[in-house]
């Protein structure tokens, strides 16, 4: 007994390798498609410091935080990416986590006079002016005056310290980050 395909049956295999032969290699393969190239795996990763301090400078504080944790998962837990994340947490209004993450950075490495400076610029915002003036004046002696956003910091601190009537507004306003790594641009003014 022979079997006979009528065309109702080859239609819909006749459609099926129609549309096969209309495939142009997958998604994006056209210089001019609208989606997304696919990722290239073999290219070499931007490191996720980088990243973090781009975001930090746009403001995107939240991207900046996880840009710094992948770049502590990849380097581990070093004083500039503790640092990072602490500044990121400071934008974010976070004090407490800074504060903590910038003690950290400072028993990974006490010689960074900018980890110091914004230690003190915490501890400011906290209301703890005593010990923030001693944190910049560690800063100023290790940093030999050369920057000026933390001489300018001990000196508003000193001011608040010698004047509790002084205007608290008016010395939050001034305060100045120092942003870590090879960028040294200042994030000026407490978020």
């Known amino acids: 007994m022979t079997r006979h395909l009528g065309t109702g ?4 295999l006749l459609f099926i390798l129609t549309l096969a032969a ?9 210089k001019d498609s609208p989606f997304a190239p696919d990722i290239d795996t073999r290219a070499e ?11 930090m400078e746009a403001r995107e504080y939240e991207l900046a935080l996880k840009s710094y944790t992948r770049a502590a998962g990849q ?7 503790l640092a990072s994340l602490a500044t990121a947490n400071i934008g974010l209004g ?12 400072i028993e990974a490495d006490e010689t960074r006079p900018e980890i ?16 923030a003036a001693q944190i910049f ?4 002696a290790m940093d030999n005056g050369q920057s000026d956003s933390v001489r300018d910091n001990l000196r508003l601190a000193l001011a608040k310290l010698e004047n509790s009537a ?22 000026t003014g407490a978020p």
Do not use: I
Request: net charge negative.
């Open 22 to 30: 209309c495939d142009t290699g997958g998604l994006g393969a056209s």
């Open 75 to 81: 380097q581990g837990f070093t004083a500039e990416v």
């Open 45 to 55: 990763a931007v490191d996720p410091l980088l990243v973090g301090h781009r975001l």
């Open 116 to 131: 110091w400076n914004n230690l003190g610029v915490v501890l400011m915002e906290r209301g703890e002016t005593a010990e």
């Open 166 to 187: 002084y205007d608290g507004e008016q010395l939050d306003q001034e305060f100045k980050l120092v942003r870590l790594g090879n960028g040294g641009y200042l994030l």
């Open 94 to 105: 976070r004090l407490g986590q800074a504060e903590t993450q910038l003690r950290q950075a």
């Open 9 to 12: 049956s080859l239609a819909p």
């Open 137 to 140: 004046r560690k800063a100023y």
